[in-house]
């Protein structure tokens, strides 16, 4: 690896101002000095609605834990646009992500990804991970949030016979639940692995009120570290419950030498900030210079990170000369010249023709 | 993305102070300049205003068709121009083949043309960032020229695009080194003009290297001594890395065919073709005959809708092929270059017939000629304004 880096730098001579990659790429799409990316090796449909996608990574991705997400970039119509996924294959295989034709993004994702298609990476990341000691386990999924549970008892249950996992999953139909089958074949296969298939579309929602059902699917539910992914309604029904039974527990018995916690460990989709619609601007966090104000939705971006006194990069301040580019950390922005209101974490905005719509986040 | 922000950090600070309001540099919503240019003159400030949403429209109704198929093209120019260049410098490895150096100057002429004007100078005006491709970005491009992008960014895109042919703003106009306008007082130095003029051409990356250091700005205290020094750094390590490339490491990997001194030849053959290439494509933008310059007075008060005006009675096309406009990096329309210096150039063929509607429906002059004759047009005003005297003609 040392001397292909050496040998890079040497080769970098003759390449100047490209990288050696830059060359490379002429070969093989995977090259890039900037950007890490993947190619698809297979698309395997899932549902009606989904997808999974298997890429190999190019150099400089890291090996993912089982239960990360990655971001992923994809072009709709030239434009990059990143989303994060949740990775389903095991750790210690080639990354793959399975996505639900929700958006314009994953729909491109679902529809029309072939193998041999280029995707744009960023390396694996998040906490949503197997205990570092073997623990008997409870997974609460509900629909897409099956996938990083699914990486998760792809990667111990096979391999570990000393694991413990119960699984309850809720999706609306049977034809709706995603790895369905896969499912079903680990559990004939390995006793060391219990699911439930919980149907609302003729059960009903979970009900996390009390924990009379819990008790009935899982009724060592109190002793097992437990995970659980899905939509934000499932997760804050599920963390009340568990914060009332830690609770409770904490009251029965006090003192230093209390038993294992009771804990739940949730993976919540990221939910950036939402910018206000239309004219109403926001409050305006200017990150590096550790500066806030309030703008209204009519005022370039540029002008109040100078009235603040932030030292913003500026040039014509007219939109054409590109010199004002600000990395936007979160939250959205409205084009004066044209009203679009757009921003995506890491893009690049012009300031002097971008106002906030909503809250914003600059890394300026 | 440091360089240039710290040195407007330090131009913002000392020209407008924390909070200076109203900002220089910011158009007028209505009225009209102090003075309107005289090829203007005959418009009223509600013509001038409508003209102004004409042109927004072409811009607009350019913004919602580009997508795929633009990316595909700036990344096919991209992949062939790197083709070229590796085949071209491979060939010229064994260059003591005749055949070899031939095929090898020539295509790596090619390659250094198109990666100056068609991707480099484009990508660096931002024409691509809409693609949110960190490859193919302004605030990551560096380009095979001895001037360090940054810097050429902000005296090109911010200071001329935005003062074109202003006397006394716009330093491009004659690049403080030649006199290019009869408004420019005549010094006897300047009956050097031609003289300088084509020296100028062979080395004109050396040129605009030096001159986007800003030595005048810096003499008039302008411009501050960091900022000078952090320039004199970036531009050093550019320059000995281009150098290196073309002058010592090509040359070196060919001495083991024994051609070290043919390859040698070959950079410096190419380099020179691509700097009299870019140096009368450059010229011919904005200096030959029909191309006007500006008071400050005529900035001053300018509406959007002037300065439009202003940028197409400023420049000048050159007319010809589809590979001389690619080779020109589609400068060869200049005017909707000016006018749009941030679409993506492979769209400004389309709006060209649009604008030069415009220009004639509003009497307004449309500049353009074959290469050749532009060019003898800007060589022209070379040698008549080397000589004393005020008359424009």
Same mark, same amino acid.
């Given at each position: 690896?040392?001397?292909?880096?050496?040998?890079?730098?040497?080769?970098?001579?003759?390449?100047?101002?490209?990288?050696?990659? *830059?060359?490379?790429?002429?070969?093989?799409?995977?090259?890039?000095? #900037?950007?890490?990316?993947?190619?698809?090796?297979?698309?395997?449909?899932?549902?009606?609605?989904?997808?999974?996608? @298997?890429?190999?990574?190019? #150099?400089?991705?890291?090996?993912?834990?089982?239960?990360?997400?990655?971001?992923?970039?994809?072009?709709?119509?030239?434009? #990059? @646009?990143?989303?994060?996924?949740?990775?389903?294959?095991?750790?210690?295989?080639?990354?793959?992500?399975?996505?639900?034709?929700?958006?314009?993004?994953?729909?491109?994702?679902?529809?029309?990804?072939?193998?041999?298609?280029?995707?744009?990476?960023?390396?694996?990341?998040?906490?949503?991970?197997?205990?570092?000691?073997? $623990?008997?386990?409870?997974?609460?999924?509900?629909?897409?949030?099956?996938?990083?549970?699914?990486?998760?008892?792809?990667?111990?249950?096979?391999?570990?016979? *000393?694991?413990?996992?119960? %699984?309850?999953?809720?999706? $609306?139909?049977?034809?709706?639940?995603?790895? @369905?089958?896969?499912?079903? +074949?680990?559990?004939?296969?390995?006793?060391?692995?219990?699911?439930?298939?919980?149907?609302?579309?003729?059960?009903?929602?979970?009900?996390?009120?009390?924990?009379?059902?819990?008790? +009935?699917?899982?009724?060592?539910?109190?002793? $097992?570290?437990?995970?659980?992914?899905?939509?934000?309604?499932?997760?804050?029904?599920?963390?009340?419950?568990?914060?009332?039974?830690?609770?409770?527990?904490?009251?029965?018995?006090?003192?230093?030498?209390?038993?294992?916690?009771?804990?739940?460990?949730?993976?919540?989709?990221?939910?950036?900030?939402?910018?206000?619609?239309?004219?109403?601007?926001?409050?305006?966090?200017?990150?590096?210079?550790?500066?806030?104000?309030?703008?209204?939705?009519?005022?370039? %971006?540029?002008?109040?990170?100078?009235?603040?006194?932030?030292?913003?990069?500026?040039?014509?301040?007219?939109?054409?000369?590109?010199?004002?580019?600000?990395?936007? $950390?979160?939250?959205?922005?409205?084009?004066?010249?044209?009203?679009?209101?757009?921003?995506?974490?890491?893009?690049?905005?012009?300031?002097?023709?971008?106002?906030?719509?909503?809250?914003?986040?600059?890394?300026? | 993305?440091?360089?240039?922000?710290?040195?407007?950090?330090?131009?913002?600070?000392? &020209?407008?102070?924390?909070?200076?309001?109203?900002?220089?540099?910011?158009?007028?919503?209505?009225?009209?300049?102090?003075?309107?240019?005289?090829?203007?003159?005959?418009?009223?400030?509600?013509?001038?205003?409508?003209?102004?949403? !004409?042109?927004?429209?072409?811009?607009?109704?350019? =913004?919602?068709?580009?997508?795929?198929?633009?990316?595909?093209?700036?990344?096919?120019?991209?992949?062939?121009?790197?083709?070229? !260049?590796?085949?071209?410098?491979?060939?010229?490895?064994?260059?003591?083949?005749?055949?070899?150096?031939?095929?090898?100057?020539?295509?790596?002429?090619?390659?250094? &043309?198109?990666?100056?004007?068609?991707?480099?100078?484009?990508?660096?005006?931002?024409?691509?960032?809409?693609?949110?491709?960190?490859?193919?970005?302004?605030?990551?491009?560096?380009?095979?020229?001895?001037?360090?992008?940054?810097?050429?960014?902000?005296?090109?895109?911010?200071?001329?695009?935005?003062?074109?042919?202003?006397?006394?703003?716009?330093?491009?106009?004659?690049?403080? =080194?030649?006199?290019?306008?009869?408004?420019?007082?005549?010094?006897?130095?300047?009956?050097?003009?031609?003289?300088?003029?084509?020296?100028?051409?062979?080395?004109?990356?050396?040129?605009?290297?030096?001159?986007? =250091?800003?030595?005048?700005?810096?003499?008039?205290?302008?411009?501050?001594?960091?900022?000078?020094?952090?320039?004199?750094?970036?531009?050093?390590?550019?320059?000995?890395?281009?150098?290196?490339?073309?002058?010592?490491?090509?040359?070196?990997?060919?001495?083991?065919?024994?051609?070290?001194?043919?390859?040698?030849?070959?950079?410096?053959?190419?380099?020179?073709?691509?700097?009299?290439?870019?140096?009368?494509?450059?010229?011919?933008?904005?200096?030959?005959?029909?191309?006007?310059?500006?008071?400050?007075?005529?900035? !001053?008060?300018?509406?959007?809708?002037?300065?439009?005006?202003?940028?197409?009675?400023?420049?000048?096309?050159?007319?010809?092929?589809?590979?001389?406009?690619?080779?020109?990096?589609? =400068?060869?329309?200049?005017?909707?270059?000016?006018?749009?210096?941030?679409?993506?150039?492979?769209?400004?063929? !389309?709006?060209?017939?649009?604008?030069?509607?415009?220009?004639?429906?509003?009497?307004?002059?449309?500049?353009?000629?074959?290469?050749?004759?532009?060019?003898?047009?800007?060589?022209?005003?070379?040698?008549?304004?080397?000589?004393?005297?005020?008359?424009?003609?």
């Amino acid at each position: 690896m040392i001397r292909l880096r050496r040998l890079a730098r040497a080769a970098s001579v003759l390449t100047t101002p490209l990288a050696p990659e *830059d060359i490379l790429a002429l070969f093989n799409p995977v090259f890039s000095a #900037r950007q890490l990316r993947g190619v698809v090796t297979k698309v395997v449909p899932e549902t009606a609605d989904s997808a999974t996608i @298997h890429f190999h990574p190019g #150099r400089g991705w890291k090996a993912h834990k089982a239960g990360q997400w990655a971001r992923i970039g994809v072009e709709l119509d030239g434009v #990059r @646009h990143w989303r994060s996924y949740s990775l389903s294959a095991p750790a210690g295989e080639d990354p793959a992500i399975t996505v639900s034709d929700v958006g314009a993004v994953s729909s491109v994702l679902v529809r029309q990804t072939r193998p041999g298609d280029v995707l744009f990476l960023a390396p694996p990341q998040g906490d949503f991970v197997l205990p570092e000691h073997p $623990r008997p386990l409870l997974m609460l999924t509900a629909g897409s949030g099956i996938t990083p549970v699914m990486s998760m008892i792809r990667t111990l249950v096979p391999h570990r016979p *000393d694991a413990d996992v119960v %699984l309850i999953h809720s999706a $609306r139909t049977p034809n709706d639940s995603i790895f @369905h089958e896969e499912l079903s +074949e680990l559990a004939d296969q390995f006793p060391n692995f219990r699911v439930t298939h919980w149907y609302t579309g003729e059960r009903g929602r979970l009900d996390f009120g009390s924990a009379a059902q819990l008790n +009935e699917l899982c009724p060592d539910w109190r002793q $097992r570290a437990a995970y659980a992914c899905g939509p934000e309604g499932f997760l804050d029904d599920a963390e009340a419950l568990w914060s009332a039974e830690a609770a409770a527990h904490a009251e029965a018995t006090p003192g230093p030498f209390a038993a294992d916690p009771i804990n739940l460990i949730i993976e919540r989709f990221n939910t950036s900030l939402v910018g206000g619609a239309g004219h109403d601007g926001g409050l305006v966090t200017f990150e590096a210079s550790d500066r806030e104000v309030e703008a209204d939705g009519n005022t370039p %971006l540029l002008d109040v990170g100078e009235d603040a006194g932030v030292l913003m990069p500026s040039g014509c301040r007219m939109g054409i000369c590109h010199s004002c580019l600000t990395p936007l $950390r979160a939250g959205h922005v409205r084009d004066l010249r044209t009203g679009e209101v757009h921003g995506e974490p890491g893009q690049l905005i012009q300031t002097c023709v971008s106002a906030a719509a909503g809250p914003v986040n600059l890394d300026i | 993305m440091t360089a240039i922000s710290d040195r407007t950090a330090v131009k913002s600070t000392s &020209i407008n102070g924390p909070a200076a309001k109203p900002r220089p540099g910011a158009l007028a919503k209505s009225g009209s300049p102090l003075v309107r240019p005289p090829a203007a003159a005959h418009l009223t400030d509600e013509q001038v205003a409508e003209l102004g949403r !004409e042109l927004d429209a072409i811009k607009d109704d350019i =913004l919602a068709k580009r997508g795929a198929s633009d990316a595909a093209y700036i990344r096919r120019v991209i992949k062939i121009q790197r083709g070229l !260049e590796i085949s071209g410098r491979a060939a010229l490895l064994m260059g003591r083949n005749k055949a070899a150096w031939v095929t090898g100057t020539t295509l790596l002429s090619v390659a250094k &043309i198109l990666e100056n004007m068609e991707i480099g100078h484009n990508i660096l005006h931002g024409q691509w960032d809409w693609m949110r491709d960190p490859d193919i970005h302004s605030t990551t491009w560096e380009w095979d020229f001895v001037t360090p992008a940054r810097a050429w960014q902000h005296t090109h895109n911010d200071l001329h695009h935005r003062w074109t042919n202003v006397v006394g703003k716009d330093n491009d106009v004659g690049y403080n =080194l030649l006199r290019m306008d009869a408004d420019q007082p005549w010094k006897p130095h300047n009956l050097g003009n031609p003289l300088y003029n084509a020296i100028l051409a062979p080395i004109f990356e050396w040129g605009i290297a030096i001159y986007d =250091l800003e030595l005048a700005e810096y003499q008039e205290g302008k411009k501050s001594k960091e900022a000078l020094k952090k320039d004199l750094k970036a531009l050093g390590f550019k320059a000995l890395k281009q150098f290196t490339k073309d002058y010592a490491a090509t040359p070196a990997v060919a001495m083991l065919t024994g051609s070290g001194k043919q390859a040698l030849y070959g950079t410096l053959t190419a380099n020179a073709v691509r700097n009299v290439w870019a140096h009368a494509v450059i010229f011919c933008g904005h200096f030959p005959e029909g191309a006007d310059t500006f008071t400050e007075e005529m900035v !001053e008060g300018e509406t959007r809708g002037d300065w439009y005006v202003r940028q197409m009675i400023g420049s000048a096309n050159i007319s010809g092929s589809k590979f001389m406009h690619l080779m020109t990096g589609n =400068l060869s329309h200049q005017i909707e270059h000016h006018l749009f210096p941030d679409l993506p150039s492979n769209r400004y063929a !389309e709006v060209a017939p649009k604008v030069q509607e415009i220009c004639k429906r509003y009497g307004l002059p449309y500049t353009t000629g074959p290469l050749l004759k532009q060019v003898g047009s800007s060589w022209a005003k070379v040698f008549k304004l080397a000589l004393p005297g005020k008359a424009k003609s």
